[in-house]
T-cell receptor
Framework: AQSVTQPDIHITVSEGASLELRCNYS??????LFWYVQSPGQGLQLLLK??????LVQGIKGFEAEFKRSQSSFNLRKPSVHWSDAAEYFC?????????????FGSGTRLLVRP | ETGVTQSPTHLIKTRGQQVTLRCSSQ?????VSWYQQALGQGPQFIFQ???????GRGNFPPRFSGLQFPNYSSELNVNALELDDSALYLC??????????FGPGTRLTVL
């Protein structure tokens, strides 16, 4: 069965520091991969996605992610964190050949930003 | 362009009751997906509707049912509510089952 693991429940970084959030997936073929952000009381906003091609993808708000097939990983990075980045981050996969395009989410990583 | 809207924002029900949650999809979108997000968890896929037909279902019992209307808005119905149904219910719309845009969710509390 497909699954997504986000091993870090909480991460705290200082404002201006770099950030990396980890995501590992389990799926037989190359899935579609996504990162979403959720602020308190809000829905999910798509940061970036990977379907195929260049394994380093750029997203909104200065985020990027790198797909590594050999490690089944899709880690999210940002070179300099801003206080407004404090939120919950979810990695998700969708089976590429499944027309229902259902998203399978990890359990999330809560990012705290120190001033 | 209006985004995805959901109603109500919050809802409190008691065990055994039935509930209907509503979702208006983004303009031009014909696909609606529903997710359940329990506290401290990631969202879980309930089902998807594409052009008024169910198009994929997650691991949820039949007491979770849905509808999609000709204007592509959607309803999620849950019968015989259980305490574990307490969660944030998220609706997402898309065009032809592509990138999903999420609404703010409905917070359901079952007492």
């Amino acid at each position: 069965a497909q699954s997504v693991t986000q091993p870090d429940i909480h991460i705290t970084v200082s404002e201006g520091a770099s950030l990396e959030l980890r995501c590992n997936y389990s799926y037989g073929a190359t899935p579609y991969l996504f990162w979403y952000v959720q602020s308190p009381g809000q829905g999910l906003q798509l940061l970036l996605k990977y379907f195929s091609g260049d394994t380093l993808v750029q997203g909104i708000k200065g985020f990027e992610a790198e797909f590594k097939r050999s490690q089944s990983s899709f880690n999210l990075r940002k070179p300099s964190v801003h206080w407004s980045d404090a939120a919950e981050y979810f990695c998700a996969v969708a089976p590429g050949m499944d027309s229902s395009y259902k998203l399978i989410f990890g359990s999330g990583t809560r990012l705290l930003v120190r001033p | 362009e209006t985004g995805v809207t959901q109603s109500p924002t919050h809802l409190i029900k008691t065990r055994g009751q039935q509930v209907t949650l509503r979702c208006s999809s983004q303009s031009g979108h014909n696909t609606v997906s529903w997710y359940q997000q329990a506290l401290g968890q990631g969202p879980q896929f309930i089902f998807q509707y594409y052009r008024e037909e169910e198009n994929g279902r997650g691991n949820f019992p039949p007491r979770f049912s849905g509808l999609q209307f000709p204007n592509y808005s959607s309803e999620l119905n849950v019968n015989a509510l259980e305490l574990d149904d307490s969660a944030l219910y998220l609706c997402a719309s898309s065009l032809d089952r592509n990138e999903q845009f999420f609404g703010p969710g409905t917070r359901l509390t079952v007492l």
